[in-house]
T-cell receptor
Framework: DGGITQSPKYLFRKEGQNVTLSCEQNLNHDAMYWYRQDPGQGLRLIYYSQIVNDFQKGDIAEGYSVSREKKESFPLIVTSAQKNPTAFYLC?????????????FGPGTRLTVT | AQKITQTQPGMFVQEKEAVTLDCTYD???????LFWYKQPSSGEMIFLIY??????QNATEGRYSLNFQKARKSANLVISASQLGDSAMYFC?????????????FGSGTRLLVRP
């Protein structure tokens, strides 16, 4: 079945460590996105990519980095420079052919940094 | 200024009744799209319904309909015949303009609880 996978579902790290969140899609979507969600709040855009080897910063890119070497994959690195990394991270993808650009989301990764 | 405003942090509805979740938006673009997503306790965001700014009719998808009032810049979600499984967070979102970035701006959400 087509969809978006994120791994792992739960991730625990010590402060000062970089951590990589995985996002893979087999929907053949061109655009991919990373969002952060804090408790009781909406989603905030971290980074997005419209095509392979290209990506742009979202509203809260500081302390994060991404790469887009393959159409199917858009990993997010949460660096030690991110001051409050504990959050729920959602990956999404979208296709333009519908004209609507609705985004389809993965199940999310809950990151806890202590 | 907030682009998407959801003024109801929480709502209750009796099972089988209809409920309206409010959403107002702010944009100067003529071309834009409005979305509603459902987020169950599992965390995944589920796309529910879409309304384009040039669509003349209100969007409907099964039990979901979008009450689009362009002049008032509102895009309320109506859920008919509520079910227990409708209990979740609901987010309104907007895509602005013809920019190809496809970025969505989300509101802060409304938590809906369906009472048996």
């Amino acid at each position: 079945d087509g969809g978006i996978t994120q791994s792992p579902k739960y991730l625990f790290r010590k402060e000062g460590q970089n951590v990589t969140l995985s996002c893979e899609q087999n929907l053949n979507h061109d655009a991919m996105y990373w969002y952060r969600q804090d408790p009781g709040q909406g989603l905030r855009l971290i980074y997005y990519s419209q095509i392979v080897n290209d990506f742009q910063k979202g509203d809260i890119a500081e302390g994060y980095s991404v790469s887009r070497e393959k159409k199917e994959s858009f990993p997010l690195i949460v660096t030690s420079a991110q001051k409050n990394p504990t959050a729920f991270y959602l990956c999404a993808s979208s296709i333009a052919t519908s004209g609507r650009y609705e985004q389809y989301f993965g199940p999310g990764t809950r990151l806890t940094v202590t | 200024a907030q682009k998407i405003t959801q003024t109801q942090p929480g709502m209750f509805v009796q099972e089988k009744e209809a409920v309206t979740l409010d959403c107002t938006y702010d944009t100067s673009d003529q071309s834009y799209g409005l979305f509603w997503y459902k987020q169950p306790s599992s965390g995944e965001m589920i796309f529910l319904i879409y309304q384009g700014s040039y669509d003349e009719q209100n969007a409907t998808e099964g039990r979901y309909s979008l009450n689009f009032q362009k002049a008032r810049k509102s895009a309320n979600l109506v859920i008919s015949a509520s079910q227990l499984g409708d209990s979740a967070m609901y987010f309104c979102a907007m895509r602005e303009g013809l920019d190809s970035s496809y970025k969505l701006i989300f509101g802060s959400g409304t938590r809906l609880l369906v009472r048996p």
